[in-house]
């Protein structure tokens, strides 16, 4: 199991720094300059991450992306860790460990640093906890899965996904496990989850909860499409290779009196995916108990093809070279289960991992568009940067950049010194919150990419395209050919125009 994660580990080690930033890892990054309890479309964990793993291990892609790479290693640990509590024994543990190992969604969130590589991580641990609640019938693991809740808040609010998933299922799945929600220990677990998470919360109230309109953006921009795809990215997220280990722990859960204690959790799986349906979440939210149940499927597996031969139960133990044919075809199986989860691993690391070259990212990109999104940052700010030469120098105190997204905005504050530019400021998410120019500044504006949101080239006059951005891989991503404009001044002091430019999604 440990060797599992430690090719995981030097996997994503020697290909960490190939490519450069993704645009939410640069903004996470100006978010870790601004730390705060909270954020307009986060809670604080992720860029307080940022911050600490650029000071330890550089501020560099490699650097930035090394906290990501331990939470991802971690995670395949956890999934094993399940697979024991719901009594695997060793290849069974192994193979729960290599099944997350080689799913799309673990190797993509190893890679690259965003919210969802806490919230994995944090949603196998909880999953881990209620499996041992569960198992043990011992109400004081609910302190534990409180203090793990109040921290994942602290990361995402999705975890409240899960409460309201597990809590119903817990209640239907018979008498043992409804009476772990008596007592006392379940209202102390959720004190201990609201103390945890208090600072982020009392935030976000004094804020207006921003997070719920930037929830509410998403559901209404890609709802429907996610929605359409949610079926079959739970395949390729965890990988089809594993549809029928996943399948085999669902029957399991369902039909093996041994584990009956542990059907809360499929139910819950189910219940998260209606919710994530109705709410038109992204379709990876419900991942991290998919895992699980290809987790309570690896025992099965284990049995008919490791831990059992043509004589017996525990045939598979004995002297190798035993005759039997049914032998032979379980040695026909590990080694077929082998190649699938080679081929798995080979698939899913070339499109999710930067394996291709740049140049050739467009194979995988409409797979997997965060690939295309960690390309041509620097090329961006160069872009900027020859439209800041077009302002005349005697004007360029009085000038501003602005950028119309925080992954623009990022690239600028990350790449802009290099060039000479002054800060970049942005009213886009909470680049809004960080403060408008001063009044003063009434020379030009430097805009970049304001097709996506014409309201905003609108509040500046006299606009002209004075430079393209280029990524040099002819990749289209969302800010290849983006204009960079040069405008005369704004239509209105900053302080009065800033509420007009804010947008959260």
Aim: glycine share 10%.
């Amino acid at each position: 199991m440990l060797g599992v994660a430690a090719a995981v580990v030097v996997l994503q080690a020697g290909l960490v720094g190939r490519y450069g930033f993704h645009r939410d890892e640069l903004y996470f990054m100006a978010a870790g300059r601004h730390l705060a309890w909270g954020y307009v479309d986060q809670p604080p964990l992720t860029p307080l991450l940022a911050r600490l793993s650029t000071a330890v291990f550089g501020d560099g892609p490699a650097g930035l992306r090394m906290v990501a790479v331990l939470l991802g290693a971690a995670t395949v640990v956890l999934v094993a860790f399940a697979a024991r509590e719901l009594g695997a024994r060793r290849a069974g543990q192994v193979l729960a460990a290599a099944g997350a190992a080689v799913s799309a969604m673990v190797l993509a969130l190893g890679h690259m640093l965003s919210t969802a590589s806490f919230d994995l991580f944090a949603w196998t641990v909880l999953g881990v906890l209620v499996l041992r609640l569960l198992r043990t019938g011992d109400r004081r693991w609910w302190s534990a899965i409180g203090a793990v809740a109040g921290v994942a808040l602290l990361n995402k609010d999705l975890v409240l996904l899960l409460a309201v998933s597990l809590l119903p299922s817990m209640a239907w799945s018979g008498p043992d496990s409804r009476s772990l929600l008596r007592g006392w220990w379940l209202p102390a677990g959720a004190l201990l989850t609201l103390l945890v998470a208090a600072p982020n919360l009392y935030w976000e109230a004094l804020h207006g909860w921003p997070q719920l309109t930037v929830a509410s953006g998403i559901s209404d921009q890609d709802g429907l499409t996610n929605r359409l795809t949610f079926v079959p990215m739970q395949l390729v997220y965890l990988s089809p290779v594993l549809v029928p280990v996943w399948l085999a722990g669902f029957r399991r859960l369902r039909d093996d009196e041994r584990v009956r204690w542990a059907r809360p959790l499929g139910y819950a799986y189910l219940v998260l995916c209606a919710l994530v349906l109705t709410l038109g979440g992204k379709p990876y939210y419900a991942l991290p108990p998919l895992l699980l149940v290809m987790a309570a499927g690896c025992q099965p597996v284990a049995e008919r093809l490791w831990e059992r031969g043509g004589h017996g139960e525990q045939e598979g133990r004995g002297e190798p070279g035993e005759p039997g044919e049914h032998r032979g075809g379980t040695r026909r199986g590990r080694v077929r289960l082998v190649g699938l989860l080679l081929v798995a691993a080979l698939v899913n690391s070339l499109i999710t991992l930067p394996v291709l070259a740049p140049g050739r990212l467009s194979v995988v990109s409409a797979i997997y568009p965060e690939s295309a999104e960690q390309v041509g940052w620097p090329e961006l700010t160069a872009a900027v940067a020859a439209g800041w030469q077009a302002v005349p120098p005697e004007q360029r105190g009085r000038a501003v950049v602005f950028a119309t997204d925080y992954g623009e905005a990022g690239a600028l504050v990350r790449y802009g010194d290099r060039y000479g530019l002054p800060i970049a400021y942005s009213g886009h998410m909470s680049f809004y919150d960080w403060g408008p120019p001063p009044d003063s500044a009434t020379g030009p504006v430097v805009l970049v990419h304001p097709a996506p949101y014409p309201e905003v080239e609108r509040a500046f006059t006299g606009c002209r395209q004075v430079a393209e951005v280029d990524n040099g891989h002819g990749l289209a991503n969302e800010e290849q050919h983006a204009p960079v404009l040069v405008c005369t001044g704004t239509v209105a002091p900053w302080s009065r125009l800033w509420p007009r430019l804010r947008h959260f999604y």
